[in-house]
């Protein structure tokens, strides 16, 4: 297959207060060294608690947020190291769909109009072309014509979100990210906007980079999975290899604390593997693996030397002692 994305050596820095009014500004490293690639028509879901990186990892990809070093090759193409004119013509093939549909739609503009604004902005086609494309897109995401004048207010939670997705398909991009896209909304809600996604990624050959906590929601959706800890990534994997055969403990934590996959039977997910504690500064992250204080498995060498990723049965994990969780 094709590579659409490919991320190398991504990290991303952020500047933190100074403890005096002359000392030095002291770095969180949000992202470090992460590498990923995402292939034509495929859907990368990255997963991590809170705080893990994987949000900052995503926009830094797509020139949201600044990358210290590394490369984002897109068909190709460094898009970190391109002017901003030139990023500026690239953003149709990439567009964003946020997390919460209640407060990234404009309150104040009817829905033609909000879906229409990025043909708008990047002066595509005539009017007529453009009112033509969104009473089609409308169509498409599985709302009607005769609501396209209406408020945002005047939708439910899911309405707008299907909303959001037609506005970002206006430009004809080749990748959706897609950050949280469910999350706030109700459980019933969310599985018709995951078919929805799905049903969008096979017809139009889209590919996503979906962002989430829930890992219920990147198995429907996804066909790769990287779990994220700490700003690095410690498994990467199929979607069938990792639910099935996850070698990472901090893998194997996740699975077997979610909700949406409690009740499913398969040998990845169903014994509880229970972690204590808290991730470590990354302020100042630990010479080792950074899960080493909160793992059952972890030696005086987890301690010590960081693990690199690597082949390990059927997945990539960054871990000294990879196995199935122990009966």
């Known amino acids: ?157 899911g309405q707008r979100q299907r909303i959001s997705i037609a506005r970002a398909l206006t430009t004809n991009p080749k990748l959706l990210v897609c950050d949280e896209p469910v999350s706030a909304l109700d459980v019933a809600i969310q599985a018709q906007i995951l078919n929805l996604l799905a049903r969008l990624k096979d017809e139009l050959g889209l590919s996503y980079l979906l962002i989430s906590h829930d890992l219920g929601v990147v198995r429907h959706v996804c066909d790769d999975v990287a779990v994220m800890y700490l700003g690095k990534i410690v498994e990467h994997a199929s979607r069938s290899a990792l639910f099935d055969s996850a070698q990472h403990p901090y893998t194997q934590a996740l699975l077997s604390a979610a909700p949406s996959l409690a009740r499913r039977k398969s040998k990845g997910y169903v014994r509880p593997l229970k972690i204590s504690g808290d991730p470590p500064s990354p302020i100042n992250p630990p010479p080792g693996c950074a899960f080493a204080d909160r793992c059952p498995r972890a030696q005086d060498i987890c301690r010590e030397v960081q693990p690199d990723l690597e082949d390990k049965g059927p997945t990539r994990v960054a871990c000294h002692f990879p196995g199935p969780i122990a009966a």
């Open 1 to 157: 297959m094709t590579k659409l994305l490919d991320v190398r050596d991504l990290t991303v820095r952020f500047a933190m207060p100074r403890k005096g009014l002359f000392g030095p500004r002291p770095l969180l490293e949000a992202v470090r060294s992460v590498s990923f690639t995402l292939e034509k028509g495929r859907a990368l879901g990255i997963v991590g608690e809170s705080g893990s990186g994987k949000t900052t990892t995503a926009m830094a990809a797509i020139r949201l947020t600044e990358a210290a070093s590394g490369q984002v090759l897109f068909e190709g193409e460094d898009l970190l190291a391109l002017p901003d004119e030139e990023m500026r013509a690239h953003r149709r093939n990439v567009q964003l769909i946020f997390q919460d549909p209640y407060s990234s739609l404009n309150p104040r503009a009817r829905v033609i109009d909000i879906v229409r604004e990025p043909m708008d902005l990047m002066e595509m086609g005539t009017m007529e072309e453009r009112n033509a494309r969104v009473r089609d897109l409308f169509k498409l995401v599985g709302l009607r014509p005769d609501q396209l004048n209406l408020f945002p207010h005047q939708f439910s939670g």
